[in-house]
Structures are given as structure tokens and as C-alpha cells.
């Protein structure tokens, strides 16, 4: 017992170390790095769009759809049939096995043209075991709008295997999914306004009024003072200069280095797993925190007790239980005010919190009014 006591005392000594010398050699507060605008924002308008499209696997080696529990599967079989000049007698069963229904999915992206091949992926929507070696007949995706944007057609590559015998069974991988590089053929484009429109608006990829401020001089001093204004926290409207080339204007826009504002305070707690994570932003206002641990051990043996020799008595077995109960001194650790991450870190690592501690630990803080940062779980 004294020796599980030492090995768990030393294995949270080592882990406060190895964590204080993680965590303070990243997360040392470092001047803002210049980002491109490209990478801070998108252009309004310019967006890919989502299609998708339900068609047939065929050509699986046995491992399609059963069609007893499919009879969508079946329905999808009479209807091309009938489509290619094949008309089925009514009542037919159909007990096929080398089919598969499935929905097949692609990005259209922006300014995609006629003729353009895109990449789709294919998932078994029944009961198939793998569409491994199948073939996607002709499919129509469609978009938001029901319109026909492409036509996908071509041989599945799975990722995965399996195989089984007599009752064992292996698999590798996802055997119900399946990719077809350029799989896809566009056949209509998306009309787009990029062209015609007076002014330019950039989107900031997350809200904040100082970025969308400095983007906005940092455009003037490039271009020209009126070029650029923040229409609000995350819009900032350009007006290209007359007679320009649209496309090489928002090259040269795109290529701006911007210097972002300092985010905002935040931890994000994850209650499922104990992950937190905190930004450099995160300050205390001065608090102290006390930690302790207490354990329960619980020891049962079973106690026999064996009737003399010739007696009528019978065996009888009983357990015995021992409780210990162990308390760790809890520490009591004082933060000044503006204590910064690399502090926090460090005092919590000192009492020896864990991940699953510092849930709780947070908590207390912020309803204390210690700590000065939005606190998010998710």
C-alpha cells in the first residue's frame, strides 16, 4: 500500500514537471505574426457548393445490398430497367446480390465549368457488407436548388478489406465507403456576379471590429485612402479603382500581410475527454486555490468456514471487507492579479491537477470572478 502511495506520488510530481516544461515553452506569449488577407478573410460570393446524388453499385462480388431488406434497392432496379427498354412482370422477386444502393456526394467549387471533373464519394445507404470492386452507374448530383450541376460515373477504390471463414470474420478499414478521383463531370455552371459588381466585400473568417479595422487601413495604405471601409465587425467593403483588372486587383488584395488584433480571452473545456485548452490571452485577478485528493480503497476476501470431520454441519463462505480511506494534504496556492497563462499553468501544475481537475478548478474561478476569460465548454 505504501509502495502504490510513492509510485502515485511520483508519477504526479512527473507529470506537474513535464507539463509545467510543455506547456511553458509553448504557449510563452510571442509578439502577432503578419498573416496574408487570404488567410483572415474570403471574398463574398466566391464559395463552393454542396451536390448530391443517389444511384447504383453493381459488379460486387456478393457483398451488395439483400434485397429482401432493401426494397428500395429493388424499386431503383425496375425503374432503370424500364428506363433501358426492359420491362419486369409484375410479382417478380428479385434476390440479387451484386447491388447496392448508395448516395453519392461532391463539393462543386467556385467558378467551375462545363466540362470540369470533380471527385465524388460513394456510401452504401443498405445493408451491403463492402462495395469493394463495384461500379458506379450514371448519376445525376444535384444541388441545393434541384438543379443538375454534374453527372458521376466510374469504378469505386476502397480503402479496406475483410474476409471471413467458418464463422471468424476480419476487416480493415471502412468497406461501406468508396472514392472515385474525377468521378464527376460538370455540366452546369454557377453564375456568378464577382464581375459585375461595383465593389468587392471581404468576409473575416471570425468576427472582431479591430481586425476588420486594421484590414481596412491596411487596404488604404495600399491602394489609396476611400478604397476600403468595415462595413461592421466582420464585412469591409472595397471599391476597386477604375479601369482595373478584377482578378489581378484581388490578387494584390489577397496577398496584403495583415497584422490581426490580440483575440479575445478564451477556455475551452471538453467534459467528455478533460481536454482544456486556453489561449495567451487569458489573465487572474488575484485568488487562491486549494486542492486535495481523497481515496476510498475497498479490499474483499472471501473468509471459508470448513464444519468439523463427520459433522452434519455445511461449508459456508463469507466476505470480509477492509476500508481504507486516505487524504492528500490539499496545497493552497495564491495567484497575484494579471497572473498570465504561463502562471496558471504552473500553479495548477504545482498542487498536482490533473486534466479532469482543472474542469472543476476552472469552474470555481470563473463563478469567483477570477478568471478573465470567457469560459466555453463543449
Known sequence: MVKSLMMRNFGKKL??????????????????????????????????NQLIGYGLVVGLDGTGDQTVQTPFTVQSIISMMQQMGVNMPPGTNLQ??????????????????????LDVTVSSMGNAKSLRGGTLLMTPLKGADGQIYAISQGSLVVGGVGASANGAQTQV??????????????????????????SVNLELKETDFSTATLVSDAINRRF???????????????????????????????????????SSAKVIINARTGSVVMNQTVTLESCAVSHGNLSVTINTEPVISQ??????????????????????????????????????VKALNAIGATPQDLLAILQAMKAAGSLRAELEII
Open 15 to 48: 507529470f506537474s514537471v513535464f507539463c509545467t516544461v510543455v506547456f511553458t515553452s509553448i504557449f510563452v506569449i510571442q509578439p502577432a505574426q503578419a498573416e496574408r488577407l487570404k488567410d483572415l478573410a474570403s471574398i463574398q460570393g466566391v464559395r463552393s
Open 96 to 117: 440479387l446480390k451484386n447491388i447496392a444502393a448508395a448516395m453519392v456526394t461532391s463539393t462543386l467549387p467556385a467558378f467551375a465549368q462545363p466540362g470540369q471533373t
Open 173 to 198: 478499414n471502412h468497406l461501406s465507403v468508396g472514392r472515385i478521383t474525377a468521378g464527376a463531370t460538370v455540366e452546369r455552371a454557377v453564375a456568378n456576379t464577382l464581375s459585375q459588381t461595383e
Open 224 to 262: 489609396g485612402q476611400n478604397t476600403a471601409f468595415a462595413q461592421d465587425g466582420r464585412v469591409i467593403r472595397v471599391q476597386p479603382p477604375a479601369n482595373s483588372n478584377r482578378v489581378a486587383f484581388l490578387a494584390a488584395l489577397e496577398s496584403i500581410n495583415v497584422v490581426p488584433a490580440t
Open 307 to 344: 464444519p468439523g470431520p463427520l459433522s452434519s454441519g455445511q461449508t459456508v463462505v463469507t466476505a470480509r471487507s477492509q476500508i481504507d480511506i486516505n487524504k492528500e494534504p490539499g496545497k493552497v496556492v495564491k495567484l497575484d492579479n494579471g497572473a498570465n497563462l504561463s502562471d496558471v
